[in-house]
């Protein structure tokens, strides 16, 4: 799940900075309600991608602290298409297994 709302993320952020809860929002809104990011994943995953230099976060208001405003960097543009064959791979592996239980459980 983790590589899916990453991925997510880094997209959103190509097209403009965005805060935690936008990003959820944008997330749900792109997966039609699929899913909804639980903010237990995705600030951690945040913290973890600012870390590795994919993201920067600044607080919009550095007094009160208020929200952290995130973009993406150079190296998490660069890290996308690395994401997207990982995700490409992860699609085909789950269609592969849904196509045998429809067939060994349905038959067809």
Known sequence: MRLIIGLYILKILQQGPAHG????????RRTEDAYTP????????????????????????????GKR????TDAG??????????MEER?????QRIAILRTDLLGH
């Open 77 to 86: 543009v660069a890290r996308i298409p690395a994401l997207e064959l990982m």
């Open 69 to 72: 405003v995130y973009t993406i």
């Open 21 to 28: 809860n936008k990003l959820a929002g944008e997330i749900k």
């Open 38 to 65: 639980n903010t237990n994943a995705l600030y951690p995953l945040l913290r973890k991608m600012e870390e590795r230099g994919y993201i920067t976060g600044a607080w919009d208001s550095p007094v009160t602290r």
């Open 91 to 95: 699609l085909k592996q789950a269609e």
